[in-house]
């Protein structure tokens, strides 16, 4: 009769809870300093926590507490928060559904859809022109503007200059001077602009 064998533990990491929702701080701490180019010791001699327990973090063999984390994420430019992946305390996404967005006509064959959400610090309009259509006044607002045009061609008029924008081009702007957009073509033409203030 052969001899009951003994069984051994799986190698490797332990499996991660899900329930958890948050990642693996081993795995964070693999991803940055490959990323950065750090070896464990150059990550140990910043942060005063051993190699060896460095090494056994990112193998998944060991738990690491908060305060020893938080000088850790410190390395990297982070606090805890960040390093996880989760400064603004979610660990699930925030969906807006097109329905829950205002839309208006900002101009005649102009039509805007707002998204409104104050916890994302930034507002983003999805703007349809029409052709031949255009604003009808210049806008002057506080912060920044990012534009990403997503089809057919506008004329941004910026501080008293036109450029012209094709689908795929981006622009980014101080919203401080004086802005305003026009559809001189025969075709349709649309922008998504991400607002870093609260204009509408």
């Not at 928060?81 to 329905?99: D, E, H, K, N």
């Not at 309009?125 to 210049?138: H, S, Y």
């Not at 910026?158 to 980014?172: F, I, K, T």
């Not at 957009?181 to 075709?187: A, G, K, T, V």
Request: aromatic share 8%; proline share 8%; with cysteine.
């Amino acid at each position: 009769m052969p001899a009951p064998s003994s069984a051994t533990p799986p190698s490797g990491p332990t499996p991660r809870d899900p329930e958890l929702d948050y990642p693996r701080p081993g795995e964070v701490l693999h991803r940055l300093r490959t990323h950065q180019g750090m070896s464990l010791r150059q990550v140990a001699a910043e942060c005063g926590l051993s190699v060896s327990f460095l090494a056994a973090l990112e193998r998944g063999e060991t738990d690491i507490a908060l305060e020893r984390l938080s000088r850790l994420a410190k390395v990297f430019g982070h606090d805890v928060g960040s390093f996880l992946g989760f400064s603004r305390g979610r660990a699930t996404p925030s969906i807006f559904p097109a329905r829950d967005q205002e839309s208006f006509e900002r101009a005649p064959g102009v039509h805007y859809r707002i998204l409104r959400e104050p916890r994302l610090g930034y507002q983003v309009v999805t703007a349809d022109f029409e052709p031949g259509c255009g604003l009808l006044e210049e806008l002057r607002h506080e912060g920044s503007d990012l534009i990403l045009m997503t089809k057919g061609v506008l004329i941004a008029r910026y501080n008293g200059s036109d450029h012209e924008l094709h689908a795929g081009d981006c622009a980014q702007w101080s919203a401080g001077y004086p802005h305003s957009f026009r559809n001189d073509s025969d075709e349709a033409a649309q922008f998504i602009g991400v607002l870093f203030s609260s204009l509408y």
